[in-house]
């Protein structure tokens, strides 16, 4: 398969704030393609056999409650998708989307934005490498889903004192089980998509959890021509919205930071 060039346009990046840990659980890079692939399980199995033996995972994962609570990015669980053998990344493919996700397994730290671009990137490429087909991707989108156990920012039912979004009267806040927010950013047409719900506790969740999906996608065009830019991009969009969703003491919590501070 013959693809574009996985480049960037972009040679003077811009400091980037990070937290030093974040409640980040998983975070998935994609993009949207043409033409359509004819035969997705034939392709997703070239592709895994040429990603080499760590892609051989099976798809029995403790990553359940992760999807269920909010990485779908737009792809049902009846598609097609592999895991490597270490259970923390998940490749999606279907007619016109390929992502590379990374999962937070077993309290697993954040491996740092930079490896998950070049987890993408080297399936990116081992997809075009595997196929005849020429694709041409036209957009791309990045998601990050945060866990917030209770305990950390928040302690009961009623305590959504960290989010800057909160209703302001304890009658709403109590009943408030999810929502759902668009918010506009610089050089983002479609704004940054704000998913928040609240989990009750299960087997696996002592006291509950806030789950909170923050979700950029875009075009490629003149502004940002290729797949990275517009992945860096989404990500600093993502990293600064979460900031500020956050109250000062929540962000104090999860170690928010410029970087080199």
């Known amino acids: ?3 574009l060039p996985l480049t960037s346009s972009n040679n003077d990046r811009k400091v980037l704030p990070e937290y030093v840990h974040p409640p980040l659980i998983a975070a998935t890079l994609g993009v949207d393609f043409d033409p359509p692939l ?3 399980a034939n392709n997703l199995a070239r592709l895994r056999d040429n990603l080499g033996a760590e892609w051989r995972g099976s798809l029995q994962v403790k990553s359940d409650e992760i999807f269920r ?12 998708f592999i895991k490597n053998v270490l259970g923390d990344r998940v490749v999606r493919l279907n007619e016109g989307h390929i992502s590379f996700t990374w999962l937070g397994l077993d309290d ?8 998950l671009r070049d987890g993408f990137v080297a399936v990116w490429d081992a997809f075009c490498h595997c196929n005849s087909l020429t694709v ?9 889903l945060n866990r917030i156990p209770q305990g950390t920012v928040w302690q009961a039912a009623t305590d959504w004192s960290f989010f800057e979004l909160r209703p302001h009267t304890e009658s709403l806040t109590s009943r408030l089980l999810s929502g759902q927010w668009v918010i506009a950013a610089e050089d983002c047409p479609d704004g940054v998509l704000v998913d928040v719900k609240r989990a009750k506790s299960t087997d696996s969740e002592i006291g509950g959890a806030i789950w909170l999906k923050l979700t950029v996608a875009g075009q490629l065009n003149s502004a940002l021509p290729e797949i990275l830019d517009g992945l860096d991009f989404g ?7 979460f900031s500020e969703l956050l109250t000062p003491h929540a962000n104090a919590y999860w170690g928010f930071r410029r970087r080199g501070e």
Request: aromatic share 14%.
């Open 1 to 3: 398969m013959s693809g």
């Open 38 to 40: 004819p035969d997705v």
């Open 69 to 80: 609570n909010g990485l779908d990015f737009g792809i049902q669980p009846s598609e097609s």
């Open 108 to 115: 697993a730290r954040y491996p740092r934005y930079e490896n």
């Open 136 to 144: 041409k991707p036209y957009s791309w989108a990045v998601a990050y």
């Open 235 to 241: 990500r600093s969009v993502i990293v600064q919205t």
